[in-house]
Nanobody, 123 residues
């Protein structure tokens, strides 16, 4: 059984940075496709970025390209989301997800989810 646990959320001013962490257990992150999604208040859960199992290719939602970076540390079995130049519209609960397959941009492509971490960006 795979478990993922997010951390690193908080309150930050617009233009600031945060790094989210997602610690996995049960399988190595390199054998999973790992992703970040986010859900603003009252809205749907949207794809942010993912990193593909084995080859480590990364994909981003268009609005995050150039500002967010997903990476993984195999030794720590952890995936990160570095978020720079944050905007108030980035405010959301951020979720880490893991797929046994190749993942994708829809939440149904993922098998395991964390509990989420709140990111609030003030103007």
């Amino acid at each position: 059984q795979v478990q993922v646990v997010e951390s690193g959320g908080g309150l930050v001013q617009a233009g600031g940075s945060l790094r989210l962490s997602c610690a996995a257990s049960g399988r190595t992150v390199s054998s999973l496709t790992m992703a970040w999604f986010r859900q603003p208040p009252g809205k749907e859960r949207d794809f942010v970025a993912d990193i593909i199992r084995n080859n480590g290719a990364t994909y981003y939602a268009d609005s995050m390209k150039g500002r967010f970076t997903i990476s993984r540390d195999n030794a720590k079995n952890t995936v990160y989301l570095q978020m720079n130049s944050l905007k108030p519209e980035d405010t959301a609960v951020y979720y880490c997800a893991a797929s046994l397959g190749s993942g994708g941009t829809h939440p149904t492509a993922y098998d395991y989810w964390g509990q989420g971490t709140q990111v609030t960006v003030s103007a």
